[in-house]
Nanobody, 124 residues
Framework: QVQLVESGGGLVQAGGSLRLSCAAS????????MGWFRQAPGKERECVAA????????YYADSVKGRFAISRDNAKNTVNLQMNSLKPEDTAVYYC?????????????????WGQGTQVTVSS
């Protein structure tokens, strides 16, 4: 089991920045790939960024490329999502997720553990 707790969400104006953090506990964190997903009202949950357990491979959704950056610190069991140049369409609940494989995935169904989510609201 991996327990995930997100933090760092909030309200920000368009063009601003937020940094989301996810703290993991439980089984060995360094052997799992991690992802950040988001779900807006009435929409499906989507992957915005993912990172392999080594950190050498990353994935970004086209909508966030160049604005978001995912990183992890295996020594601290944390994964972060730096979000810059935020837009109103980034408004959603953001979830941290872990999968029981070292390689990353962009697919919701391939993640085994989920955090409770943190709300990000971007005002125009």
């Amino acid at each position: 089991q991996v327990q995930l707790v997100e933090s760092g969400g909030g309200l920000v104006q368009a063009g601003g920045s937020l940094r989301l953090s996810c703290a993991a506990s439980g089984r060995t964190f360094s052997s799992v790939a991690m992802g950040w997903f988001r779900q807006a009202p009435g929409k499906e949950r989507e992957c915005v960024a993912a990172i392999s357990w080594t950190g050498r491979s990353t994935y970004y959704a086209d909508s966030v490329k160049g604005r978001f950056a995912i990183s992890r610190d295996n020594a601290k069991n944390t994964v972060n999502l730096q979000m810059n140049s935020l837009k109103p369409e980034d408004t959603a609940v953001y979830y941290c997720a872990a999968r029981s494989f070292s390689s990353l995935s962009q697919y919701t169904t391939e993640y085994d553990f989920w955090g409770q989510g943190t709300q990000v609201t971007v005002s125009s």
